[in-house]
T-cell receptor
């Protein structure tokens, strides 16, 4: 079974600081990787995804993530955070089996607070 | 209009009551999912359905049942609600042909008292 581990449950940063949220997964086969964001009071939205190709993927709102296969990692980065980035961030993985994708497995989430 | 719609958005129910959460989608996707979100635990998969005739248990299916009434509708039932089923519930859809990106509903906040 696949699993996802997010390293930090709570992160507090000041505006303009750089951000890196860690995500590691355990699964030996082909995976699709995702980062979702949940702003206060809202539903989850997709930030970015990796299916194949360039391991450095760029998403919305200046976020990017790098897939490092050898480390089973998919860390989320942003060079300069804003107060509006305050939210819960979820890393997720889906595996391929039998020609189709299975349900998503989520990490426990990282609560990011940006201080003005 | 939202692509994935959940009803109700909020519900308070008593222990032992039966409750149904409904999900409908206009994406035309074949796959639908029910997750619950608890603080500190992230999202956990309850049930998923790959098409109308296919229902699969997820990580935490005990105490829940589902019905896939049509390709666009996937309902989640709590036969006899208990307080530890208090959570935020999300329905999601994905398309098996184009990959596994999931589209989420806005969530249903369920409180069992």
């Amino acid at each position: 079974a696949q699993s996802v581990s997010q390293h930090n449950h709570h992160v507090i940063l000041s505006e303009a600081a750089s951000l890196e949220l860690g995500c590691n997964y355990s699964y030996g086969g082909t995976v699709n990787l995702f980062w979702y964001v949940q702003y206060p009071g809202q539903h989850l939205q997709l930030l970015l995804k990796y299916f194949s190709g360039d391991p450095l993927v760029k998403g919305i709102k200046g976020f990017e993530a790098e897939f490092i296969k050898s480390k089973f990692s998919f860390n989320l980065r942003k060079p300069s955070v804003q107060w509006s980035d305050t939210a819960e961030y979820f890393c997720a993985v889906s595996s391929y089996s039998g020609g189709g994708a299975d349900g998503l497995t989520f990490g426990k989430g990282t609560h990011l607070i940006i201080q003005p | 209009d939202a692509d994935v719609t959940q009803t109700p958005r909020n519900r308070i129910t008593k222990t032992g009551k039966r409750i149904m959460l409904e999900c409908s989608q206009t994406k035309g996707h074949d796959r639908m999912y029910w997750y619950r979100q608890d603080p500190g635990l992230g999202l956990r998969l309850i049930y998923y359905s790959f098409d109308v005739k296919d229902i699969n248990k997820g990580e935490i299916s005990d105490g829940y049942s589902v019905s896939r009434q049509a390709q666009a509708k996937f309902s989640l039932s709590l036969e006899s609600a208990i307080p530890n089923q208090t959570a935020l519930y999300f329905c999601a859809t994905s398309d098996s042909l184009t990959g596994s990106r999931a589209f989420f509903g806005q969530g249903t906040r369920l409180t069992v008292v």
